[in-house]
Each structure stands twice: as structure tokens, then as C-alpha cells.
């Protein structure tokens, strides 16, 4: 297949890493950085020159990660794993058919220990003990 200018489709994959014990996890620690590598080296083997895979930060389904947004289909995927990565390339990112079994939604996305925390500024993350709880 031919290089061309705009690619066909976009991977952006999660690689936030938080400390450990941080509420929400992250999808460094959950195995991201091996679903990324594996993504590029799929997409390199099945020949997808206009398929980009993409580093991102932090996509806010955390508690469902290894996280995966796949551009210009608005499709999510949580949970995904370098197993999961062959059928990915193969039936989304080169095929256009959703891997329905690893799409996530709205609710994985209000599973966040922080949503609907009102309570809380944006861009402030409580703390993962509750201070006097130790
Ligand atoms: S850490 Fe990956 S979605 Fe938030």
C-alpha cells in the first residue's frame, strides 16, 4: 500500500503512568507500553503505511485501561492486551469493523473514583489515603 499524505485512521494509545497506590491506576502500569509496541509492530507487519499508531496521555477510562482511541471512528477500547492487538489491526484499524468485545463506554468512564466529585477543582487529585486513615 501506498504512503499517503493523511492517514486512513489514527491509534492514540494511553501510556500515563501514575505512582503506585494512585486511585485511578494507570495504563502504563496496566501493560500499555507493550499494547503501544505491539500496535507498531502490527500495523509495520500487516503493511499499514496510512495507519498511525500514536502515544497519547492520559485518555480519562483509566480504571479500564490499557486504553486505546481509535481516530476518525470514534471507537473506545479498555482492557486491551498485546494478545488483543493482531485482531485489532486486522478487522479495525486496516478492516473498519469495531472489536466490539473491547469497547468501552460511558460507564467505564464514570467508574473514575473522581467523577462527579464536585467537590474537587479541576486538575486536583485527592490523594489515594484519605488523610488520618493510615
Ligand atoms: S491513565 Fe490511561 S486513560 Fe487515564
Given at each position: 500500500m501506498a504512503r499517503t499524505g493523511m492517514p486512513r485512521r489514527w491509534a492514540f494509545v494511553c501510556l500515563n503512568r501514575r505512582d503506585e497506590g494512585h486511585p485511578r491506576g494507570s495504563c502504563a502500569a496496566r501493560g500499555a507500553g507493550a499494547v503501544f509496541e505491539a500496535l507498531r509492530e502490527e500495523t509495520g507487519r500487516q503493511g499499514l503505511t496510512d495507519v498511525k499508531v500514536v502515544a497519547?496521555?492520559?485518555?480519562?477510562?483509566?480504571?479500564?485501561?490499557?486504553?486505546?482511541?481509535v481516530a476518525p471512528d470514534d471507537v473506545w477500547y479498555g482492557g486491551v492486551t498485546v494478545e488483543d492487538v493482531p485482531a485489532l489491526v486486522a478487522e479495525h484499524l486496516d478492516g473498519g469493523r469495531p472489536l466490539e468485545p473491547l469497547r468501552i463506554g460511558a460507564e467505564e468512564f464514570a467508574l473514575s473514583p473522581l467523577a462527579g466529585r464536585s467537590d474537587l477543582p479541576p486538575g486536583v487529585i485527592p490523594p489515594a489515603t484519605p488523610p488520618g486513615a493510615a
Open positions: 497519547a496521555g492520559c485518555l480519562e477510562a483509566c480504571m479500564v485501561g490499557p486504553v486505546v482511541y
